[in-house]
């Protein structure tokens, strides 16, 4: 059964809101399939196993970003994309990897901003935005587990390489800011998104990519880029997650028609508002 559509989970459920088909079966965790949902409300979306969660989402629950909020008032809210559909309710502002430090400079300058869920990339942000940002402390767990060692030792083994880190991971900052025996070749080192990951793969001509995120993004950029050679930096970096949704659930599923990603009404009202917004800019 080849999938109608491949890509991160965004432009996942923008595919699936112009597709004409009225039923998505949507291959991916929870939260992806809520985005799905409220941008498509005239579409029934399916997941085909329920228990794909996220740790990186479940770090932010609605009810501690409230309180949150409550602790700063006046503080604006900036959400990476990352996050439940009733968490983006709460936000100002949704943001991508690609889009999170454009965002952060347009907020006015005497504004607090809260920066959720993910702290490495909101470290990561505020270095190339130049703010200081009041950071969620939560973190993808697969992500989290890259470390700056496994960056530099295979470094040091591919000369010839590039290195590709998704900005969730744990390393980012030691990686792009730390003091100068520590850095890395400037013209080999990309920080990216999973689709920035896909274009560099088809652009660049490097023999080898070493790739910091999810191990299963290996299978997309080798199937893009046949001719390279991609080389996980943790070759453990496996989500358990996003491995629940297997190829003997999809049947079923379509089959029995379940199960329904429902996100009520009011809350996807809201959430499409802000991640309409984000996609806007
Ligand atoms: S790798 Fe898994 S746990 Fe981490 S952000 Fe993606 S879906 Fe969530």
Request: charged share 25%; proline share 6%; with cysteine.
């Amino acid at each position: 059964m080849p999938a109608s559509s491949v890509s991160d989970s965004l432009q996942l459920s923008q595919q699936a809101g112009a597709t004409p088909k009225s039923l998505i079966l949507f291959c991916g965790v929870q939260f992806m399939a809520e985005t799905a949902a409220v941008l498509c409300p005239d579409k029934r979306v399916l997941i085909p196993d329920q228990e794909a969660g996220c740790s990186l989402a479940a770090t932010s629950p609605v009810d501690q970003m409230r309180a949150s909020k409550a602790e700063r008032p006046g503080a604006v809210v900036v959400a990476y994309v990352s996050t439940d559909a009733e968490v983006n309710t709460e936000a100002d502002y949704c943001c991508t990897s690609t889009s999170a430090a454009q965002i952060v400079q347009s907020i006015p300058e005497d504004r607090e901003i809260l920066f959720s869920p993910d702290m490495f990339l909101g470290l990561y942000i505020e270095r190339r935005a130049g703010r200081k940002l009041h950071l969620w402390l939560g973190e993808c767990h697969v992500h989290a587990g890259i470390r700056t060692e496994d960056v530099t030792s295979l470094m040091d083994a591919h000369s010839d390489a590039e290195l590709l880190l998704h900005p969730e991971c744990r390393c980012i900052s030691q990686c792009m800011f730390a003091p100068s025996e520590r850095q890395l070749p400037a013209d080999r080192t990309f920080v990216l998104s999973t689709g920035g990951m896909v274009r560099n793969a088809r652009e660049c001509t490097a023999p080898v990519d070493l790739v910091g995120t999810e191990v299963g993004m290996l299978h997309r950029l080798r199937t893009e880029a046949p001719g390279k050679s991609f080389v996980p930096l943790d070759a453990d970096a496996v989500c358990e997650y996003m491995k629940t949704i297997t190829l003997p659930k999809l049947y079923p599923s379509l089959r029995d028609d379940v199960e329904a990603v429902t996100v009520p009404e009011p809350v996807a009202d809201r959430a499409r508002l802000v991640i309409e917004r984000m996609v806007a800019n």
